[in-house]
């Protein structure tokens, strides 16, 4: 066994705009549990969010990162023994997501296993080290195939959520779909959505953002100020102008989400898929949603199924990971890529620990 330091780094947030590095004791690891030596973790834009506003459902202080990929640093001592079809040894390259569910309560017997009522996270992957619970190692952790860099392979968990989010819209080949929002969810969004057939509308404030959504097959990308009529401008590009058969809301805006509901023709999918801020509501016009028979869902996260299609796609290169991530940035300056991203710089930066191999 390899030694390990009795101390790491990671970033701790104490609130919006407050997040430090410190040096803190290593994670225990527990006769179940797997720790990684985390040698890349992509930027969110939940971290984003957390950053900025914080986080209903969590009080500070807490970590964050979560996409994150590395080097199996210690295996707990039960964990070949009580997993039959994994097989973990130190040194192995594998990749993770934040979570993973039970199995045993009421929704994940009814397939929701997302909605889990005992859902188990990992702690925070902007450090050194991060910790896999054995809930979470046991579903979601993998093995890193050969041909994929850590990056790459730490894609898998928005790609997983952005599959739940498709599976979800319904799309049939030959629909016109507008995606409002070419962050890196919407933008992956856009790639499944052209897989699906479907002519795809991309909007967002982010020139920059728009020509990656060019890039990942948008059809038409619509570049929003804000003296303009956003639902208008995305109806005059759809046949007869009728609207879009399935439109999607991934900017986690309630103005968004109201003038998403109004882009899609009578008898639409609506997938209201980017988080709001919490407290925040919408208003939707009762006659509208009646008369135009509206289907409106809100969809998020995903289930352990979803994490393996998502491997396989990237593995396969149907999904370009690369083309999401704008640059490494060491962990000591993951409060300034944070701050990129909220000032519309980039899509997701690879945060770099210093232990890691890859260069900054
Ligand atoms: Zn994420
Ligand atoms: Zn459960």
């Given at each position: 066994?390899?030694?390990?330091?009795?101390?790491?780094?990671?970033?701790?947030?104490?609130?919006?705009?407050?997040?430090?590095?410190?040096?803190?004791?290593?994670?225990?690891?527990?006769?179940?549990?797997?720790?990684?030596?985390?040698?890349?973790?992509?930027?969110?834009?939940?971290?984003?969010?957390?950053?900025?506003?914080?986080?209903?459902?969590?009080?500070?202080?807490?970590?964050?990162?979560?996409?994150?990929?590395?080097?199996?640093?210690?295996?707990?001592?039960?964990?070949?023994?009580?997993?039959?079809?994994?097989?973990?040894?130190?040194?192995?390259?594998?990749?993770?997501?934040?979570?993973?569910?039970?199995?045993?309560?009421?929704?994940?017997?009814?397939?929701?296993?997302?909605?889990?009522?005992?859902?188990?996270?990992?702690?925070?992957?902007?450090?050194?080290?991060?910790?896999?619970?054995?809930?979470?190692?046991?579903?979601?952790?993998?093995?890193?195939?050969?041909?994929?860099?850590?990056?790459?392979?730490?894609?898998?968990?928005?790609?997983?959520?952005?599959?739940?989010?498709?599976?979800?819209?319904?799309i049939k080949p030959g629909d016109t779909v507008?995606?409002?929002?070419?962050?890196?969810?919407?933008?992956?969004?856009?790639?499944?959505a052209k897989l699906q057939g479907a002519r795809v509308?991309?909007?967002?404030?982010?020139?920059?953002?728009?020509?990656?959504?060019?890039?990942?097959?948008?059809?038409?990308?619509?570049?929003?100020?804000?003296?303009?009529?956003?639902?208008?401008?995305?109806?005059?590009?759809?046949?007869?102008?009728?609207?879009?058969d399935v439109?999607?809301?991934?900017?986690?805006?309630?103005?968004?989400?109201?003038?998403?509901?109004?882009?899609?023709?009578?008898?639409?999918?609506?997938?209201?898929?980017?988080?709001?801020?919490?407290?925040?509501?919408?208003?939707?016009?009762?006659?509208?949603?009646?008369?135009?028979?509206?289907?409106?869902?809100?969809?998020?996260?995903?289930?352990?199924?979803?994490?393996?299609?998502?491997?396989?796609?990237?593995?396969?290169?149907?999904?370009?990971?690369?083309?999401?991530?704008?640059?490494?940035?060491?962990?000591?300056?993951?409060?300034?890529?944070?701050?990129?991203?909220?000032?519309?710089?980039?899509?997701?930066?690879?945060?770099?620990?210093?232990?890691?191999?890859?260069?900054?």
């Amino acid at each position: 066994m390899a030694n390990l330091p009795k101390t790491m780094q990671a970033a701790m947030f104490y609130g919006p705009y407050k997040l430090q590095i410190e040096e803190m004791p290593l994670p225990e690891v527990g006769p179940r549990d797997v720790l990684i030596q985390v040698e890349a973790t992509l930027t969110c834009g939940t971290d984003v969010k957390k950053y900025r506003r914080g986080y209903p459902l969590q009080t500070p202080p807490y970590m964050l990162g979560h996409e994150t990929a590395g080097i199996v640093a210690r295996v707990g001592k039960d964990v070949n023994k009580s997993f039959p079809n994994r097989h973990f040894e130190e040194g192995m390259r594998v990749v993770t997501t934040n979570l993973a569910p039970c199995h045993q309560c009421y929704y994940c017997k009814i397939g929701m296993e997302y909605v889990c009522e005992n859902m188990v996270f990992i702690s925070g992957a902007y450090a050194d080290y991060v910790l896999i619970p054995e809930q979470v190692a046991r579903q979601n952790l993998l093995p890193i195939p050969e041909n994929l860099s850590y990056e790459e392979a730490a894609v898998i968990e928005p790609l997983a959520c952005v599959i739940h989010g498709i599976e979800e819209s319904y799309i049939k080949p030959g629909d016109t779909v507008v995606i409002n929002g070419a962050g890196p969810m919407g933008l992956l969004f856009i790639r499944l959505a052209k897989l699906q057939g479907a002519r795809v509308i991309a909007t967002d404030l982010s020139k920059a953002r728009l020509e990656v959504a060019s890039r990942m097959g948008a059809d038409e990308v619509v570049e929003v100020t804000t003296d303009m009529d956003q639902v208008a401008e995305v109806r005059k590009r759809t046949e007869n102008g009728r609207g879009a058969d399935v439109a999607i809301e991934v900017t986690g805006l309630p103005d968004i989400w109201e003038k998403t509901i109004k882009m899609a023709r009578k008898g639409g999918m609506i997938n209201l898929f980017g988080g709001c801020a919490s407290g925040t509501s919408i208003t939707v016009d009762t006659g509208l949603l009646h008369y135009s028979s509206l289907t409106i869902k809100g969809v998020f996260s995903y289930n352990p199924r979803h994490v393996l299609q998502a491997m396989r796609m990237i593995e396969r290169n149907d999904v370009d990971a690369k083309a999401l991530i704008s640059g490494r940035v060491p962990l000591a300056d993951v409060e300034s890529a944070l701050k990129r991203i909220l000032g519309q710089d980039g899509i997701k930066y690879s945060i770099i620990p210093s232990r890691s191999g890859l260069a900054v």
